[in-house]
């Protein structure tokens, strides 16, 4: 059975407000996230049905606050200490410096994040 720590897990991204360590494993990526407050990732979703996140997440918040803002309209505050589920259609921002665990669907993940990367170098160009 693989276990892992946030220290064994590789970078995936890291800029001035936002590390990200990744692994897939059995279908699903875990990802270890810390968060600057005043993250948002609307703008990195920009293009996407919706302008939303197009995967489903199951994590923990560790640490900090995240809003929660469903392309219904709908908005949840999530808490350090609380477990959370986002479906599909969603975007956050850190209200507090976060610190995630989560899991996603590989697949689908990588779809979303392969955008994201897309719109981030195209913002630094």
């Excluded at 360590?21 to 270890?32: E, L, S």
């Excluded at 968060?35 to 049905?49: F, H, M, N, R, S």
């Excluded at 995240?66 to 309209?73: C, E, H, K």
């Amino acid at each position: 059975m693989p276990a892992y720590t946030q220290e064994q897990v590789p970078i995936e991204l890291e800029i001035d407000v936002a590390q990200t360590r990744t692994v897939d494993h059995g279908g699903m990526t875990i990802a270890f996230e810390r968060l600057g407050a005043g993250v948002e990732t609307a703008p990195i979703y920009k293009g996407l049905p919706e302008d939303a996140c197009q995967s489903a997440h199951w994590g923990y918040l560790v640490e900090g606050r995240l809003r929660v803002v469903l392309t219904d309209g709908t908005e949840e505050q999530v808490t350090a200490g609380q477990a959370y589920y986002l479906p599909p259609g969603h975007n956050v921002v850190v209200v507090e410096d976060a610190l995630v665990v989560e899991f996603s669907p590989a697949e689908d993940r990588a779809r979303t994040m392969a955008h994201a990367a897309e719109v981030v170098q195209a913002a630094s160009a």
